[in-house]
């Protein structure tokens, strides 16, 4: 029996290792050449944050991982795989909230927490630039979630102005207001603690939620210099996600109140959510919290050194005033050339971005396995690019 079980063990270490090698090779796919077909440097891939690998220990905390069914709950509504109980204390006390549950998703996450708080019918302050919004739409979408969204404006700073809510809630008599920290169309601004104070002072005058989507929360706690804690001690929920910078293969954490948690949970269950012996996902999410927050800084320092090389040198190219997290973006408006066009020029010469939200704007995101000589590359491509304009 010992044997048996010493030899599984190693049957799946070896498992981990095989699909490490498969992904390894398959990133070679990446390996673009030049005409003559010598091979040339690694294409630097700057698409998303949502590719970053898991590296062979963070894998390899399945093996250990002790799994049971999430789904058979307790009277406190907590399932029987450890790894997930341990992984939502973990996510609770780094936020600061009582619960957290976890989610396949972002986008589940944040569709749960929209649903639990409201019904069909129901209107929701939304920014117009929000993922929910314009990516997820789920929650929003005539024959699903059934709200209406009401749009607040971000201003010059890229952050939502408290008095324009205030005035909306007035109007609308919503009683959610969902934000973004950090906001990803924007080009990863954070909403500072000022106003995420004050827009909570006017969430309580109006009786009303507010729901973060944090799923870049732990890259605007580094680029804000605060804990992600400071930053939800403002919001009813957050929903983070360990499946973008901070590198786990897959999953997100909706964190709240235990009463919160536990009608999410019911949320969820309805949406079909339940991952049973989800303490693989778990489990290198777990490794992703304890050993990959503090390295976002490095992605955050390599958005500013590729943003530190362009300003000022681009003709026709725009830049966004300030890089504060680990998103850069270029603005095509005046550049006399479509971001479609743009990215394809770019990935000829070994740089992989993509356009994002319309023809005049692309995005290069930074992330782990990133390198400072990527960033510097990254920016010379761009340089190249527009010379060339
Ligand atoms: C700001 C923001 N929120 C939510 C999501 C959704 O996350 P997921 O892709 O895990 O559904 C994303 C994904 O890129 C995002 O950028």
């Known amino acids: 029996m010992v044997l048996l079980y010493h030899f599984w063990q190693y049957r799946a270490y070896f498992s981990v290792r095989y699909c490490l090698n498969f992904l390894n090779r398959n990133r070679q796919i990446f390996v673009y050449s030049n005409k003559r077909g010598q091979k040339?440097?690694?294409?630097?891939?700057?698409?998303?944050?949502?590719?970053?690998?898991?590296?062979?220990?963070?894998?390899?905390?399945?093996?250990?991982?002790?799994?049971?069914?999430?789904?058979?709950?307790?009277?406190?509504?907590?399932?029987?795989?450890?790894?997930?109980?341990?992984?939502?204390?973990?996510?609770?006390?780094?936020?600061?909230?009582?619960?957290?549950?976890?989610?396949?998703?972002?986008?589940?996450?944040?569709?749960?927490?929209?649903?639990?708080?409201?019904?069909?019918?129901?209107?929701?302050?939304?920014?117009?630039?929000?993922?929910?919004?314009?990516?997820?739409?789920?929650?929003?979408?005539?024959?699903?979630?059934?709200?209406?969204?009401?749009?607040?404006?971000?201003?010059?700073?890229?952050?939502?102005?408290?008095?324009?809510?205030?005035?909306?809630?007035?109007?609308?008599?919503?009683?959610?207001?969902?934000?973004?920290?950090?906001?990803?169309?924007?080009?990863?601004?954070?909403?500072?603690?000022?106003?995420?104070?004050?827009?909570?002072?006017?969430?309580?005058?109006?009786?009303?939620?507010?729901?973060?989507?944090?799923?870049?929360?732990?890259?605007?706690?580094?680029?804000?210099?605060?804990?992600?804690?400071?930053?939800?001690?403002?919001?009813?929920?957050?929903?983070?996600?360990?499946?973008?910078?901070?590198?786990?293969p897959v999953g997100s954490l909706l964190c709240g109140s235990w009463d919160f948690c536990g009608k999410a949970r019911g949320t969820r269950k309805l949406l079909g959510g339940v991952m049973r012996q989800g303490g693989v996902v778990a489990a290198p999410a777990i490794y992703a919290l304890e050993h990959n927050v503090e390295r976002l800084q490095e992605d955050i320092d390599n958005a500013r050194l590729a943003h530190s090389m362009l300003q000022g040198k681009l003709k026709k190219v725009g830049l966004q005033e300030e890089v504060q997290t680990n998103i850069l973006m270029l603005n095509l408006t005046n550049a006399g050339i479509l971001a479609g066009e743009f990215c394809a020029r770019a990935k000829e010469k070994g740089l992989f971005i993509r356009p994002v939200r319309n023809e005049y704007r692309a995005r290069l995101v930074f992330y782990k396995g990133i390198t400072r000589q990527d960033a510097v590359d990254a920016a010379n491509i761009i340089l190249a690019l527009d010379s060339e304009l």
């Open 40 to 248: 040339k440097k690694p294409m630097i891939d700057l698409r998303s944050d949502t590719l970053t690998m898991p590296d062979l220990p963070m894998l390899e905390t399945i093996l250990q991982a002790k799994l049971g069914d999430d789904g058979r709950t307790d009277a406190k509504g907590r399932g029987e795989d450890a790894t997930i109980n341990h992984l939502e204390d973990m996510a609770a006390a780094l936020v600061g909230k009582e619960a957290a549950i976890l989610m396949p998703t972002g986008t589940f996450g944040n569709s749960t927490a929209i649903m639990t708080y409201c019904k069909a019918g129901d209107t929701v302050l939304v920014d117009e630039e929000q993922h929910i919004l314009l990516t997820e739409k789920f929650v929003f979408d005539p024959g699903f979630g059934r709200l209406t969204p009401v749009c607040y404006h971000q201003d010059s700073r890229h952050m939502p102005d408290p008095a324009e809510i205030d005035r909306l809630l007035t109007e609308t008599g919503a009683k959610l207001i969902c934000l973004e920290n950090s906001h990803n169309f924007s080009g990863g601004y954070c909403i500072d603690l000022a106003t995420m104070a004050e827009i909570r002072k006017v969430a309580d005058k109006h009786g009303a939620a507010i729901h973060l989507d944090g799923a870049r929360l732990f890259h605007a706690a580094a680029g804000l210099g605060v804990t992600a804690a400071e930053i939800c001690q403002y919001v009813d929920s957050v929903m983070f996600c360990v499946s973008k910078g901070l590198g786990a």
